[in-house]
């Protein structure tokens, strides 16, 4: 009787010690579970881009829906460089001119797009990997370049000129003397209206729910409805084709 009785009492204190360390150990793993943040509705940041034919700075404002889905809008302004025209300065005096270049060219967009999430980040850290896309308006603005052309061979008469290909004057680079102001363009200003669609991939890696950091990567393509003519002898382009390489940041407010 003493040795079962004694039997007993060891294997109910083995068994409470046993217990009582299970739940010491779910005690110290809650300690080091992180909080849960808030779900935020809305969200608005900037965003500075490089493509393959210029850069672009943006704003753009949304809401996140159901399943973290975000869809916005968004306004932006972007250049389209030409990388065949050439800068040229045979008198090595003045601002260079970019031979045979029409116009020079830039957009105003703006648009509605959104995120499809494929992989959510947790609360405590990570990044969260979405599919991006964006469409809508895409106002294209031509500013003709001017310049100074020599006409006597003393340097007496030099004319601020609309570079033409009807002057063999302005193909030659004896006579064309260097860039005219830049501001000197918006006289001769012309709108292209068409559209545009982006698409990508965006990674957020903000180490806060507040606060928001993406990088992205994708392509674009605007198109419009005349073709715009940017260079001497080459087939004016309808529309223009970039990838992209995105940073965004902003905030994230009004709490779910």
């Excluded at 046993?18 to 793993?29: D, H, R, T």
Aim: hydrophobic residues 40%; contains cysteine; proline residues 4%.
């Amino acid at each position: 009787m003493g040795r079962s009785f004694f039997w007993r009492v060891f294997c109910t204190g083995l068994l409470f010690s046993m217990g009582a360390s299970l739940a010491a150990q779910v005690v110290v793993y809650e300690d080091f579970v992180p909080e849960r943040q808030q779900l935020y509705l809305k969200e608005r940041f900037f965003y500075a881009q490089l493509h393959t034919g210029g850069g672009t700075l943006g704003y753009e404002q949304g809401r996140v829906g159901r399943r973290f889905r975000y869809s916005g809008w968004n306004v932006e302004f972007a250049t389209q460089i030409n990388p065949r025209a050439k800068a040229v300065n045979w008198y090595g005096s003045g601002r260079n001119y970019k031979y045979g270049m029409l116009n020079s060219f830039c957009m105003l967009r703006g648009g509605y797009g959104g995120l499809w999430v494929l992989n959510e980040k947790p609360y405590w850290g990570g990044v969260r990997v979405s599919i991006a896309y964006r469409g809508g308006f895409s106002l294209g603005l031509a500013f003709p370049q001017y310049v100074y052309v020599l006409y006597d061979d003393q340097g007496q008469d030099i004319r601020l000129e609309k570079l033409s290909a009807d002057n063999p004057r302005h193909l030659d680079v004896a006579y064309v003397l260097a860039r005219g102001p830049m501001l000197k363009g918006f006289n001769g200003l012309r709108p292209y209206p068409g559209a545009f669609l982006k698409a990508g991939m965006d990674f957020e890696f903000g180490k806060t729910q507040e606060r928001s950091h993406t990088l992205g990567f994708g392509a674009m393509y605007d198109c419009y409805f005349t073709r715009i003519p940017l260079m001497i002898g080459q087939k004016s382009p309808v529309g223009f084709f970039n990838f992209y390489i995105e940073y965004k940041f902003g905030m994230r407010y009004g709490v779910r």
